[in-house]
Every structure is written in C-alpha cells, then in structure tokens.
C-alpha cells in the first residue's frame, strides 16, 4: 500500500532558508544527481513552447490565421492528459531500453528520442498552407505538420512523467527534494529561455527550420543524463514487489490505487485541492496561444521579442522564483498560493496596456518583467504545493495527475483563444480586440484567488518537509 511521502531532514536553519534555491543548485552541482536533475530539467523544457506558444510565433509569421493557431495549440492537451498513460509508465518497463537502463531512466530514452525525431519532422514540413505528397497521397501540409507537433507533445509529456517521478524518488530527505526540484527549475528554466528568446534571435538570422533542427539537437543533452543518472531505489524496489500489470490487482493498483491513495490522505480537502489547482492558472493557459501572434500584429520584431525575454524577461523570472521562495519559507506554501493567485492573472493587464501603447520596446519590456516576475512566482508556488502531495508508491502517476488537473480546463478553452480574438475584432480594430481579450483573462482569474483562500482557511498546507521549492512548468 503506498504511503504518504515523508523524509526525514534536520529543520533548515535560517540563512538556508532565505538562500535562493538557484544558489543551492550552484553551490551543490558537483553531486552527480544534482547535475543530472539539471540537465533532465532542461531537456524537459526545450519542447513545451515548441509546440505552444513559439509556435504561434512561426505560424503567424507564416501567415496561419488566429484560428487555426489557436486550434493546433490543442497539442498541448497531451500534457493536460498524461495522467491516462501514467499508469504504464510507472507500472512497465519501456520497450527496447528499460531492461538495460531501468523503469525510469528507460521511460526517459524513448520519449526523448520520439521528441528529437518529431521535432526534426516538423523542420521539414514546416507550417504552410498547401498540400504535401505522403506515400503518393496528396494531404494538407498544415495537417501533417500538426501531427508531428502532437507527437512531440505526446512524448514530452511522458518525459514530464518519468522526469517528476525520477526527482521524486531520488530524494533521500525533504531538503533534497527542495535541492532536487530547485535544480530542475534552473534547467527547466534556462530550456524557456533558449525556446522562448533565443531561438527568436536564431530564426532572425538562419530562418525557423534552423532554429527548430538545433533544437531537437539539444534534446541530446537530455540523452546524456540519463545516461549519466541512476535509477533511483523506489523505483527498483516497485519493479521486483509490485503486482504485474496485466492481472486484475495489477491493474487495480495502476488505475484506481493512486487516486484511493490521494482522496484517503487528503480526505474533504481532496476536491477542493484538484479544483483550486485546475483553474490556478487559469488565465495564463487561456491568453498564451495569442501572446506571440499579438508581438506580431503588434509590429514587434523577432529580435525585438527575443533580446527583451532573454534579458529583462529572464532576470523577472528569476526574480519571481526567488520572491516565492521566501515568501514560501517565511509565511508558507498558501501564503505563497494565495500571493500567486493574485499576481497571475492580474498580470495580463500589462498586456492589454501595450495593445493601447503600441510597438515601443520600452512598454514591452515593462510588460514582460511585469509578466515573468508574476508568473514566475505562481508557478513556483504551485509546483512547491502539488510536489508535497504524492504518495509514495504512485509517485508518477499522482504527480501526473496533479500537473495535468492544473492544466486541464485552461488547455481545452485556450484552444479557443484565437476565434476569441476574431470574435471580438468585429467592428473594433485588431490591437483593440486583443485589449478586451486579455483583460477578460485577467478576470477568470478570480475563482481560483478565492478557492485558494479557502483552502487556506481549512488549513490545507503543504507537507512540512516542502519548505521553498523554486519551481516552474509554463503553459504550453
């Protein structure tokens, strides 16, 4: 039966806990999992704006309309839905490379080597309208492309899985759960970075299939941690002990044992948990699909958009991970929720502000702190309340369930953002209909502000262990 997870670690003192978690992953680099936990951070960054919100940025370039831009962003449901499949991933070794490398290090080869081939697929077909002959048969080339972008976010969403349960289970003590997640926001973030600005840059100069084929070639430092890494000992221990999937307890254990798990720990907080984190953000899931496109219409440019990010926006970034770590280590992990809830959505009003103000790179790069510090600091403090919630045993899968609770609702409408847009361009000029389209996000974000404090009132925290954990997964 699995429990819940509790590791042991002495109470941290008080300069470590106000030392930002990026200086702790800095000063501790030299121990192999910290390192590794770095580079599997990174790898599983790279692909998640390559097939949402970058993506935008090439389709609109190329001319695709809002539409159909928003529509393909429904790709990004893979992630929203990985609980469905997580079960296999915890429960089966992967074919060809888990006898040899193990159930979570296996898992982690074949989902990057299917992100590395999809990605360089999607550089050849690359988003046009028109047709493309496969096997002979004529089909639309904005077809095919939309399929390879679905199996890149198929595969990256299982690496999410095995990633997480990796971290999870490797962690010897609640201060290295803290150092390990802290790695793995560095590395995750520094991937966001290279997707989000620096391959602006690239495309400026060697055009997007360039940009996208380099890409899917840094996925191979993803390849080298695992080679590098150790299959953590829950994971060995589940492999020799557990049930065998395809009998009828193995299957009830895979499927069902996680979420009896999950409602028997948390009891009456347990639905309002999930329905806090699914509408948590929310806001920024519904307005992203529209964010690059409206650089575009805007008049902004890719080197514009991309030496902004990878200046201003990073050091925002890092700024609102650090913030939500204090915040998290002196007040708690609600208090940090209850913060985030606010400065989230209400964040989206600096966009519609630049709508009004126009393609000056100074408003930008004030909406881009503005942004990134917000956001920043809601993801850190989301991802530090799901990490304290799993049970040992079901580590994946309950994590994958949490994250995809978080993401779910916001993917299903954000692929409806761009006929939104349109919609609300009737009889208005385009910058004023993203205006109203990204104030109206702003206001969605209200429900979860209010559920949140409500959890704070029955006295829903975190697992104690869990102190500050700097810790990001954007909207795809």
């Not at 802290?182 to 590395?187: E, F, Q, T, V, W």
């Not at 699909?289 to 902004?308: H, I, K, Q, R, W």
Request: aromatic share 8%; with cysteine; hydrophobic share 55%.
């Amino acid at each position: 039966m699995a429990t819940q997870r509790s590791l042991p670690s002495a109470p941290p003192s008080e300069a470590e806990r106000k030392t930002p978690g990026w200086q702790k992953v800095l000063r501790n680099l030299s121990q192999p999992r910290v390192l590794v936990m770095l580079l599997l951070g990174f790898s599983s960054g790279l692909p998640i704006y390559l097939v949402g919100n970058t993506l935008g940025f090439w389709m609109r370039k190329n001319g695709i309309e809002l539409g159909t831009i928003g529509f393909l962003s429904w790709v990004g449901l893979a992630y929203s839905l990985k609980f469905l499949w997580a079960p296999l991933v915890d429960k089966t070794d992967a074919p060809l490379f888990g006898r040899w490398l193990g159930r979570r290090r296996g898992w982690m080869l074949v989902s990057q080597l299917a992100v590395i081939a999809g990605l360089f697929g999607m550089a050849m077909v690359q988003p046009q309208v028109g047709t493309t002959l496969i096997a002979g048969i004529a089909v639309e080339q904005l077809t095919v492309f939309g399929v390879l972008a679905l199996i890149v976010a198929f595969a990256s969403a299982t690496q999410d899985i095995v990633v997480d349960a990796w971290r999870i289970e490797s962690a010897e003590s609640g201060e290295q759960l803290g150092l390990l997640t802290s790695s793995s926001a560095l590395g995750y973030r520094s991937a966001l970075l290279v997707t989000d600005a620096l391959i602006l840059l690239l495309a400026a100069q060697a055009g997007w299939v360039i940009s996208y084929e380099v890409m899917a070639l840094l996925v191979g430092i993803g390849v080298l941690a695992v080679l590098l890494a150790r299959e953590p000992a829950p994971s060995l221990e589940a492999a020799t002990h557990q049930p065998v999937l395809w009998t009828p307890r193995g299957l009830f254990d895979a499927i069902v044992g996680p979420f009896v798990a999950f409602f028997r720990t948390h009891r009456r907080n347990a639905l309002l948990m999930l329905a806090a984190i699914s509408i948590y953000r929310l806001a920024d899931f519904v307005m992203g699909p529209m964010a690059n496109p409206f650089y575009v219409d805007l008049g902004l440019s890719e080197t514009v958009v991309g030496s902004v990010r990878g200046s201003v926006g990073l050091i925002a970034s890092l700024v609102g991970i650090v913030a939500a770590g204090l915040v998290a280590a002196r007040s708690g992990v609600m208090a940090a929720l209850i913060v985030g809830a606010l400065l989230g959505p209400g964040s989206n009003l600096a966009f519609a502000w630049l709508a009004h103000v126009g393609p000056d790179p100074t408003a930008f790069g004030a909406a881009m702190a503005i942004d990134n510090i917000a956001n920043a600091f809601a993801g850190t403090a989301l991802i530090t309340y799901m990490s304290s919630l799993t049970n040992a045993g079901y580590t994946a899968t309950q994590y994958a369930l949490l994250s995809s609770f978080y993401a779910l609702l916001g993917k299903v409408l954000k692929g409806l953002s761009g006929v939104a847009v349109e919609y609300l361009g009737t009889g208005r000029s385009l910058l004023e209909a993203y205006s109203l389209f990204f104030v109206a996000t702003a206001l969605i974000g209200i429900p979860a502000l209010l559920l949140c404090m409500l959890l704070a009132a029955r006295g829903s925290a975190a697992h104690p262990d869990v102190v500050a954990v700097p810790a990001q997964k954007p909207s795809a």
